[in-house]
């Protein structure tokens, strides 16, 4: 009787023993698998910010180029003298329709009506047009000249020439590497060589043929004679 008993106990035992050594072996089997799945994790992350890094490398260098593209465009300076108004409205619409900055040649001394009358000899306009070395003041000045790539110029015609005050515009600043294209304004005469007068004033400027522009042109009329030059510009 004892045998038996003896026997089934050891049976327990064993029993007992073989299933807390299953329990260890998937404890084991766990705890390696959550071993393994953070090593993966761990290992993901650095690519997942490599990958993240690369793509904002990219967008940078597509935003430089887009502001390389803007750099690229021809800045353009309307610059213009008018005595009565009528070059004024020229120039205004010019720049209006080429998106450019409008500047006015302002006289120190603006011009009277006496001083306009052409048929007087001692007129100031006559006087001064009748000497080619006066230079009549101007009233202030353009702001960073340097940025500009292409300056229109317009004047109204006195005398067959430009009026004097230009004259002391031109003088004033440093046109190398610009490209001027002149326009005027008058009753009936052309540009003539008032345009090539102009020139002989700078250096290392490209001039392009001028035009005489009528007083009552429209937008459309100038730009399109601004588009028939051929110029980098994005006139509409």
Not at 4 to 17: D, E, F, N, Y
Request: with cysteine.
């Amino acid at each position: 009787m004892m045998k038996k008993i003896t026997a089934v106990l050891l049976t327990l035992v064993m029993a007992v023993s073989l299933m807390a050594c299953s329990g260890n072996t998937q404890t084991s089997e766990t705890e390696s698998s959550h071993s393994q799945s953070g090593q993966a994790e761990a290992t993901s992350a650095p690519e997942n910010q490599k990958n993240n890094s690369e793509a904002e490398g990219d967008t940078a260098q597509t935003n430089a180029a887009a502001g390389d593209t803007e750099t690229e465009e021809n800045k353009i300076l309307v610059a213009f003298f008018s005595a009565t108004n009528t070059t004024q409205g020229v120039a205004e619409q010019m720049a209006d329709g080429l998106g450019a900055d409008l500047y006015e040649i302002v006289p120190e001394e603006p011009y009277t009506d006496a001083d306009l009358d052409y048929n007087d000899d001692n007129s100031r306009s006559t006087m001064e047009m009748n000497d080619p070395t006066v230079r009549p003041a101007i009233s202030g000045s353009v702001e960073n000249m340097e940025q500009y790539d292409l300056v229109f110029l317009g004047y109204p015609i006195w005398w067959g020439e430009a009026p004097r005050i230009v004259s002391t515009f031109m003088e004033s600043y440093d046109f190398s590497g610009k490209t001027i294209i002149p326009f005027c304004t008058s009753g009936g005469s052309g540009i003539g060589s008032s345009a090539e007068n102009l020139a002989d004033l700078t250096d290392g400027a490209e001039w392009i043929p001028g035009q005489r522009l009528d007083g009552g042109s429209s937008q459309d009329e100038i730009m399109e004679w601004v588009n028939s030059l051929g110029l980098d510009v994005t006139g509409e």
